[in-house]
Structures are given as structure tokens and as C-alpha cells.
């Protein structure tokens, strides 16, 4: 059985094939019976050891508007309060005969150890700061549906990048469907290893801004912040944030996304993330019809459509 | 709306599913283009004749090749009555029965025309009747769009082996196959030549066994 743990698992074939079926089921999705009988009797796991409520209710969502048995499971009062590893909460959730795993950790990697000891398919939800390959997906869903095709356009994807899985997938998928990627964050928000990532990056947001199709502005992760790498939010904000005037410098047709929760007045201020040019809520329903076209083409048949890809580690 | 999309997207969409030539080696035609022609006009009257000139009739053709089908049915429809017929597309691959059986595979179109299906009455149109699985497959998608009126069922081949109680109400061709055989359906809206091809049986996956 095979599994979504990473950006990096798609080729460009798959990418497209997962975008178009997410476009019919997105179509299928304005109609009053919003079910299909495809994954009945098949059970999917919602393994979530770090809170997300809109990435589990979305992938909670996509598995029952396939008709798949559902069942959340949650570290906060579960056994993993009372020192169970997961390892062997792997091991119930194969012995229960679980068909797709969904999973969050705050390890970077689990999703990979997970595949090997399940016989499900995988589902990276988004592992530590490594990736979150569905949000990228959606991010390209988003893209495709507001720009067209992905090639050349050019994205620029603004904040905290270190902490950040949903730049690392989106740098990783954007690459692989022929878009311009330019990161900007602040010298200590930026991984050592960037230069290995098939991107550009920048510092100054306002050299990027005329050139870009697309901007992203990412969460500042609070919760993943050990260190002081920016003096204060007003800083941060004053120099990355995206006020009306940043805005204004953008190209008369450019969007705006943000994966959310967003803080509004610091990453983005209102104005600008209620403009009809910024698809943040489009996002989230596109959430759903990609969440639902990666369950579909994992667990629809008897293997995985999406099919070069091996469970490593 | 629906003949310019249909133009544009699906049928590149689809190409793949065009046969190559080897594939045709060994096979014989059983209807040429201008039999498939006189086929579709004669069901097209028939649609006429029961459903009383054709009112409220939805065609929805089951992709890949009952889609253009469809719309041709609807077309002489239209030259010969007058009347406007709604066409569409009705993709069955989540309702499909054989899925645990082949890797998942991409989503068809479904383009349901405007004015929905509800108390119409709904044509489905597909190329060839075989084990009736994709039919009861397209009664499933249906119910989960809305309610018609009725629902009747035309096919260009009707080749037997039925595995399920499902009978057309408007056949092109009746045809006698062996299960040893396949059947062919070429378009000229995908395949640039119309023909019904008969030829030995190919060894194939068993996802396309019921076509």
C-alpha cells in the first residue's frame, strides 16, 4: 500500500492527477447529496498528536463525503497521555484494521516511521516542520483554479520559512509543477539548508512584490518559536507583514493566500485579507475537494493510484 | 454551454482512452459510419415516439464515449422536433462496483445540464450494454443528483451477458459476442473515424470487463 508522506512523493503526473480529480469532486461538491459510496467500509484514523481542528474536521469531512467509517483519534486524553509511544498506538490502529492513517505529529519524520508499521495507506498531516503535503495541494488547487496553469507563474511565499511544513511541501510541489518560487523571512527564519531547496530567497519583501503572481504569507508559529528571531512582532510586521501599502506594489491581478489561522494585523492586516484579490476562505473549501481526491486515489481502488512512491526510512 | 466544453477539455482529457491501432489488428467491423448514423437517427425517433415528441427529455451519456453519443442523440432531436433537448455527462467511477479490483482511477466528467434532472425524463447513453453493472452504477449516481421522472436507458451495442436485470429501452445494434470477444466502439469526436469493431479478446484488466 502506498502513501502521501511528502511533496516530494509526486511526480508531476500524479500532482496533475490529484489537482484534476480534486476539480471534479469540487464541481460534484454544489449538489444537495454530497455523498459517495466509494470508501464504504473502509476506515480511516484521524491521528492527531498536535490540536488542528481545521486540518482534522477537513480530512474528517473528505473521509465521510466518501462514505468511509471515521474514527478521531486524539492524543489529548487518549492513551499517549499515559506514556503510550507510537509505536504501538500504530500497532492497535493495524490490529483495529485501519485502511488509511491519517496523521499529525510534532516530530518531524513520524509519518514516515508510521508507514512502516501500518499497512494502511499514509497520510501526512503534517509532521514537525518537515511537510504537509495536502496543504500544498490545496495551495496549487487554489492557484490553478484563480490563475490557471502553474507554469512560470511566480509564487513568493513571505515569513516564518524555518518552522514552516507548508513552505517546505510548497516549495517542493510548486517546483515540481513548473512555478517560480522566491522565499522571504528574516535571515534567522530561514533554514540552513535552503540552498538546497529548488528556490530563490530574498529578504526584502518590497524588491519581490512587483514581480510576483502570487504571495503567500505564512503563520508566525508561536508555538515553535524556542529562540528570539525577530526582536518584536511590531518589527516583524512592520518589515514582512502585508499592510495596504505592500499590497498596493503587488501586480494588479496577483493574489494573496495564507494556510491560516492567520494573525491579522501582524502577518496581514484586515484589509487586505478580506479583499476579494486574497482566497483565504476559498482555501479551505479547496481543502476539502483535495482532501477527498488524495483519500479517493489512496484507498478508492485495490492500490494507490499514486503509485512511485515507497514508504522510506 | 455543455457542446463547447466538451469540445475543449474531455475529449483531450480522454484521448488516452483511444485505442492504439495494433490493438484494432484482428478485429472486424460490424458498423461502419454511416450505419451508426442511421442507428442514432432511428433512436432518436424512437425517443420521440415515447416519449411524445420529446418533452422534458435529459440525454446524459456515460463517459467516455456514451458523452458524444448523447449529444449527437440530442442534436437530431433538436433538427427533427425543434425543441430544445438538454445533454450532459454522468460520471460513474464512484459508483462503481469493480473499484476494490483495479487501482483507483481518474474521475470522469459529470456535466449535468442546467435545469437539473429533476422530473425530467433522464436518457443514459452508453456505447456498449454489456454485465449492465455500468448502468446500475449510472441509477446510483442519478438518485444522488435528484429525482427524474423516468429514467430510460439507450445503447448503440447491446452485446449480452447480462449480469444484473437491465434491459435498454433503445438498442442501436443487438450483437452477438462470445465472452471470448471484445467490442470497440470508435468516435469520430475522439477516435476521428466512427466504427463497431468485433475482435478476439486482449488479456485486460477486469475494470473494463462490464463495458
Known sequence: MRHLLSAEDLSYDEAILVLDTAKELAQLSGRSVKKFPTLRGRTVVNLFYEDSTRTRTSFE?????????????????????????????????????????????????????????????????????????????????????????????????????????????????????????????????VPVSVHTWPCAVSYRLDDVLPKTDVVMMLRVQAERMKDAFFPTAREYSRRYGLDRERFAKLPSDAIVMHPGPMIRGMEISAEVADSPRSTITEQVTNGLSVRMAVLYLLLGGSESALRNQEAQG | MCANKYANSDADARSEDAPPRADLEGTRAVLEDLEISRALTRIAHEVLERTKGGEGVTMLGIPTRGVPLARRLAERIERVEDRHVPWGSLDITMYRDDLRLAPARALGRTDIPADGIDDRVVVIVDDVLFSGRSVRAALDALNDLGRPRAVQLATLVDRGHRQLPIRADYVGKNLPTSLRENVTVLLDELDGRDAVLVGPAKPRTVSEGDR
Open chain 1, 61 to 189: 469531512l473528505a473521509a465521510k463525503r466518501l462514505s468511509a467509517d471515521v474514527i478521531n483519534f486524539s492524543a489529548k486524553g487518549s492513551s499517549v497521555t499515559k506514556g503510550e509511544g507510537l509505536k504501538d498506538s500504530a500497532l492497535t490502529l493495524q490490529a483495529m484494521g485501519a485502511d488509511g492513517v491519517v496523521i499529525r505529529h510534532s516530530a518531524s519524520g513520524a509519518a514516515h516511521r508510521l508507514a512502516n508499521w501500518v499497512d494502511g495507506a499514509v497520510v501526512n498531516a503534517g509532521d514537525g516542520t518537515h511537510e504537509h503535503p495536502t496543504q500544498a495541494l490545496l495551495d496549487a488547487f487554489t492557484m490553478r483554479e484563480r490563475m490557471g496553469d502553474l507554469a512560470g507563474l511566480r509564487v513568493t511565499i513571505v515569513g516564518d520559512v524555518l518552522h514552516s511544513r507548508v513552505a517546505r511541501s510548497n516549495v517542493v510541489l510548486l517546483h515540481t509543477l513548473g512555478a517560480e518560487v522566491t522565499l522571504v523571512a528574516p535571515p534567522t527564519l
